[in-house]
C-alpha cells in the first residue's frame, strides 16, 4: 500500500475528522456521544494548534493521524477502512523518528488500541482514572529497550 506521512495541513482538517470519527465509534463504543461531540469540536480548536501533527495521506485521501506534544502521543486514529494495513505504524515511526521516547495514554477498555500499543513495543507505566469520563486509563512508554519486548509490563496491556 503507497502512501505518504507528511506535516498536518489546515486544509487536512475534514479528512482528519473522518479518520478520528470512524477509528472512534470503533476504538471508543463505550465513550458517551456528548463526551464525543466535545472531542470532535476540540480538535480543531484545542488539540491540532499546540501539537506536532503529521498526516498519512494517499492520492489526496487523509488515510489517519498522529498528533504529539513533545513526547506525549496526544492520539492516533487510522480512517477504518485502513486498520491492519500499516498506517498506523508508520505514523507511530514518524513519531519516535522524531521524538525517541513516546508516552501515551490509552483508555483501559479500547481494546484495539491497547493491542496496537503491545504490538509495537510499548511496556506498561501506571493507570488512573480519566476524569471527564470516570474509566480507566492506562499510561505506556515506549523506548528502543521496550520494543524488544518486557513481557512482564506487556501482559497488563494483553488482558
Known sequence: ????IRKYKHDDLDGVLAAWETASKI???FLTEQFLEKERSDIPSVYLPGSDTFVAEQKGNILGFITLIDHEV???FVNSD???KGVGKALMDKAYERY????V???EK???GRKFYSKYGFTYLS???????GNRVLRLKFTDHARKGDQITNKKLKQ
Open 105 to 107: 495514554e490509552v483508555f
Open 127 to 133: 493507570e488512573s482514572i480519566h476524569k471527564d469520563t
Open 74 to 76: 496526544g492520539g492516533i
Open 100 to 103: 525517541g521516547y513516546l508516552e
Open 1 to 4: 500500500m503507497d502512501f505518504i
Open 110 to 112: 479500547n481494546s484495539i
Open 27 to 29: 476504538a471508543h463504543p
Open 82 to 84: 485502513y486498520h491492519s
